[in-house]
């Protein structure tokens, strides 16, 4: 999950990040605080870019050291004294904007909002073939790399090698699937799909060719 924080207009210099740039879901996302001044009465952590009670995650107060969940709260954030936010097992619902909102000593805020995108756990891709036994210099195959989902980027390679479009390959629908004109036996070695997004990597097993010769 990528997350990115903006800077308000704000008289303070208060920043928020991440300590991992990208993030899948079932993972831990730490959202830190930086520039928290030092007399604070207290911060809270707000789900959008709204304060609101509504929209609560959690406050903290310094001279109590109370943490107090809010409507927002899924079981799964904890707020830290120094502003820090953990939230654990992030699901793809956790994508959205976050708001720090920081309260100092003489009753003054300051807030940064931003916002958290979640990317999913891969599934592993799954080669399928139009024709399971094309004939030599006869038929064409058609593989396709199963399983389709939002923001994948799709790879076939043989030994490692990636494969590109020529006169005898074809790739298309974002690389999903690879046109193989008139087979030979020297098709036959195994095709690798290979499906990634910014967080995931993920290798299919092996697909040969069962080209039949006469």
């Not at 993030?23 to 911060?43: C, F, I, K, P, R």
């Not at 309260?103 to 756990?121: A, K, M, S």
């Not at 073939?129 to 790879?155: A, G």
């Amino acid at each position: 999950s990528l997350l990115t924080f903006w800077p308000l207009p704000t008289t303070a210099c208060l920043s928020v990040d991440t300590v991992l740039p990208l993030a899948a879901e079932g993972t831990d996302v730490l959202l830190l605080a930086h520039n928290v001044t030092e007399n604070s009465l207290g911060y809270a952590w707000y789900r959008g870019e709204r304060v609101e009670n509504i929209q609560l995650i959690a406050s903290y107060r310094v001279d109590t050291n109370v943490t107090t969940k809010g409507s927002a709260h899924s079981g799964r954030e904890t707020p830290y004294p120094i502003g820090t936010l953990l939230i654990q097992n992030v699901t793809q619902k956790d994508t959205g904007s976050y708001t720090l909102l920081v309260t100092n000593d003489d009753l003054q805020t300051e807030r940064q909002t931003g916002h958290l995108c979640i990317y999913p756990v891969l599934p592993t891709p799954v080669i399928t073939s139009n024709n399971s036994n094309p004939w030599e210099h006869e038929d064409t195959v058609v593989l396709t790399c199963r399983f389709e989902t939002q923001d994948i980027f799709y790879m076939y390679s043989i030994n490692n090698q990636s494969l590109h479009n020529s006169t005898k390959l074809e790739l298309c629908k974002r690389n999903r699937t690879l046109t193989v004109f008139n087979v030979t036996r020297n098709d036959v070695e195994p095709y690798v799909c290979e499906a990634r997004n910014p967080e995931n990597i993920i290798h299919g097993d092996p697909f040969n060719l069962n080209v039949l010769c006469e």
